[in-house]
Nanobody
Framework: QVQLVESGGGLAQAGGSLRLSCAASGRTLRGYGMGWFRQAPGKEREFVATISSSGSMTYYADVVKGRFTISRDNAKNSVYLQMNTLKPEDTAVYYC?????????????????WGQGTQVTVSS
């Protein structure tokens, strides 16, 4: 089992930045591709970013490309999401997820473990 705990959410102004962290316990994340998803009120959970197990490959949703950066530190068993130039439409609960295997993944169903989420609110 892998337990994931997100942190770093909060309130930011439009144009500002936040850095989300996802700390894992139970198993090393070295064998897992990781992803960030988000869910706004009344909407389905959507893909944000993914990173391969080695960190060598990343992929982003078009709506965050160029503003968000996913990274990982396998020595610290953690994954991060740096969010810059935030927009009110980025407001959502952000979830960290782990998928066994080395690849990047965009589909929710491909992930095996999920965190509880952290709220991000961007004011205009």
């Amino acid at each position: 089992q892998v337990q994931l705990v997100e942190s770093g959410g909060g309130l930011a102004q439009a144009g500002g930045s936040l850095r989300l962290s996802c700390a894992a316990s139970g198993r090393t994340l070295r064998g897992y591709g990781m992803g960030w998803f988000r869910q706004a009120p009344g909407k389905e959970r959507e893909f944000v970013a993914t990173i391969s197990s080695s960190g060598s490959m990343t992929y982003y949703a078009d709506v965050v490309k160029g503003r968000f950066t996913i990274s990982r530190d396998n020595a610290k068993n953690s994954v991060y999401l740096q969010m810059n130039t935030l927009k009110p439409e980025d407001t959502a609960v952000y979830y960290c997820a782990a998928a066994l295997g080395s690849s990047t993944r965009q589909r929710r169903v491909e992930y095996d473990y999920w965190g509880q989420g952290t709220q991000v609110t961007v004011s205009s």
